[in-house]
């Protein structure tokens, strides 16, 4: 065992014995292999298997944070109640989402209009509650260098100085201004630690929102402001095994 995987077990340690856990995930190379067909994918089994113990246990309560849109993480999370899922980088919950202003929905049709003319098939723009998104991966699987240019020329689109998230194969346009960092802020409140894992540049927010009583794992190899790495979607199933285990263990007493 690396120094770094014992002081990651050290801390899976220390945050199971919290009074109160909070346990939150990024899906999408985090908890779930990324593929072409965003809607052919399927979770890693070991990673539910211990969403599921946690759910189970005292105090803890896992929540899933993603980019995709509320009704699109439902039909791939494999996770039921009490889990907490959260969409459009924290703008949509169950327990409501804002109302998109009349210019919103403008700009939203304008952008979509614009990334629409560059997408070169399979290319495609996804229409989401909040964002319009440019994705390129299927294209990139037989010409890499076009998706680049098409991820390029999304990229120098006029945002007028609305947020733009560059992700995996991916360039998105929101009209609000919400991100995972923002709903963890708040959310994380009621909770006396919390863990926090994620793949992708988005997830940064959210990494950054943390505090001292808390764990932020980075899953892959891009920069991260998280002191903990994973190397995939794998490894990331079995810290939350070992998690989930320790925690059983401390409610056992």
């Keep these: 065992m690396t120094a770094g995987h014992r002081a990651l077990a050290d801390e899976i340690e220390r945050i199971a014995r919290a009074d109160t856990l909070l346990v939150c995930l990024d899906f999408d190379g985090t908890i779930c292999e990324l593929g072409p067909d965003a809607y052919a994918v399927t979770p890693n089994p070991e990673a ?3 969403a599921r113990t946690l759910m189970a246990l005292p105090g803890t309560q896992v929540a899933v944070l993603s980019g995709r849109h509320l009704e699109g993480l439902r039909r791939v999370v494999g996770l039921e109640k009490p889990v907490v899922l ?8 169950t327990a409501g989402a804002p109302q998109l202003a009349p210019a919103d ?3 939203l049709d ?12 399979p290319a495609f723009v996804e229409s989401k509650p909040y964002q319009r998104v440019i ?3 299927a294209l990139a699987e037989t010409d890499p260098e076009l998706a680049e240019d098409i991820l390029a020329r999304a990229r120098a689109l006029d945002s007028a100085g609305r947020p733009v998230l560059s992700g995996h194969n991916v360039v998105e346009f929101s009209a609000i201004e919400v991100t995972k960092g923002s709903w963890l802020r708040e959310h994380k409140k009621d ?3 919390t863990l926090f894992a994620g793949d992708d540049t988005t997830d940064e927010t959210a990494l950054r929102a943390l505090g001292p009583a808390d764990l932020g794992i980075k899953v892959g190899p891009k920069p991260t402001v998280a002191t903990h790495r994973v190397a995939g979607v794998d490894e990331m199933a079995q810290v939350l095994t070992r998690l989930a285990e320790a925690r059983r263990q401390s409610a056992l007493g």
């Design 86 to 93: 959260v969409g459009s980088h924290g703008a949509e919950t």
């Design 105 to 107: 929905r403008a700009y």
């Design 135 to 137: 994705h390129v991966a």
């Design 191 to 193: 909770f006396a630690a």
């Design 48 to 50: 539910l298997r211990a």
């Design 110 to 121: 304008d952008i979509a209009r614009q990334l629409e003319a560059i997408a070169t098939p």
